[in-house]
T-cell receptor
Framework: GDSVTQMEGPVTLSEEAFLTINCTYT??????LFWYVQYPGEGLQLLLK?????DKGSNKGFEATYRKETTSFHLEKGSVQVSDSAVYFC??????????FGSGTQLTVLP | DAGVIQSPRHEVTEMGQEVTLRCKPI?????LFWYRQTMMRGLELLIY????????DSGMPEDRFSAKMPNASFSTLKIQPSEPRDSAVYFC???????????FGSGTRLTVV
């Protein structure tokens, strides 16, 4: 079945550092890929998405590129802020048309 | 658009009591999902509906859990009787097209004592 593996956390960075959170997937066919963010005490919010190979999703300075050859969708940001502290989830929708989530990565950004 | 609306935001109940969680999806969305989130198990899909019809309830943990969607604008998740291990945050989400992602509600934090 479909699965998503993402980088174990927690990740702690200083403000303005570069962020990478790795995500790889297993799916049949051509899944759509997503990153969701969950701030403390809130629900999940869609951060960015990519629906086909080589697409780059971007939002709020975050980027991720759909790499079919490596089955990856790594999240990056060039300069993180304290306000980026949250839990980040990689996810996909495959042939079953259901969202399959990774386990989440806790990011803490220190001033 | 008000987004996906869940109620209540917080619920504290005693073991053995019935609990009903409510969800109003985004108007026009034809799929609705119930998730449970815990530290131990992360996000788990409990059940989802397509056009008000339950499609997959294999994630519902026990017969104590039931979900209904009587119309396109309302769904409930009921736990009867509740147990302390049911304590979690329960999220509802809706979607128009799965490949465009889901919109999540703010969740209901359930505590069973």
């Amino acid at each position: 079945g479909d699965s998503v593996t993402q980088m174990e956390g927690p990740v702690t960075l200083s403000e303005e550092a570069f962020l990478t959170i790795n995500c790889t997937y297993t799916a049949t066919g051509y899944p759509s890929l997503f990153w969701y963010v969950q701030y403390p005490g809130e629900g999940l919010q869609l951060l960015l998405k990519a629906t086909k190979a080589d697409d780059k999703g971007s939002n709020k300075g975050f980027e991720a590129t759909y790499r079919k050859e490596t089955t990856s969708f790594h999240l990056e940001k060039g300069s993180v802020q304290v306000s980026d502290s949250a839990v980040y989830f990689c996810a996909l929708t495959g042939s079953a048309r259901q969202l399959t989530f990774g386990s989440g990565t806790q990011l803490t950004v220190l001033p | 658009d008000a987004g996906v609306i869940q109620s209540p935001r917080h619920e504290v109940t005693e073991m053995g009591q019935e609990v009903t969680l409510r969800c109003k999806p985004i108007s026009g969305h034809n799929s609705l999902f119930w998730y449970r989130q815990t530290m131990m198990r992360g996000l788990e899909l409990l059940i989802y509906f397509n056009n008000n019809v339950p499609i997959d309830d294999s994630g519902m943990p026990e017969d104590r859990f039931s979900a209904k969607m009587p119309n396109a604008s309302f769904s409930t998740l009921k736990i009867q009787p509740s147990e302390p291990r049911d304590s979690a945050v329960y999220f509802c989400a809706s979607s128009n097209r799965g490949d465009y992602g889901y919109t999540f509600g703010s969740g209901t934090r359930l505590t069973v004592v």
